[in-house]
């Protein structure tokens, strides 16, 4: 929501939101994320 400006830049959002990106689940799923781009490119 932030990424398309729905809801406002305030430094209390900014921080909240930079939190749950550095959480060890996001990192899990991000890596999940780029495995299957990874494979097509190497496939072809």
Same mark, same amino acid.
């Given at each position: 929501?932030?990424?398309?400006?729905?809801?406002?830049?305030?430094?209390?959002? +900014?921080?909240?939101? %930079? &939190?749950? &990106? %550095?959480?060890? @689940?996001? @990192?899990?799923?991000?890596?999940?994320? +780029?495995?299957?781009? @990874?494979?097509?490119? @190497? +496939? &072809?």
């Amino acid at each position: 929501m932030m990424m398309f400006d729905l809801v406002p830049k305030l430094p209390e959002i +900014t921080d909240y939101a %930079s &939190g749950i &990106g %550095s959480r060890p @689940a996001v @990192a899990r799923v991000q890596a999940k994320d +780029t495995e299957p781009a @990874a494979v097509q490119q @190497a +496939t &072809g």
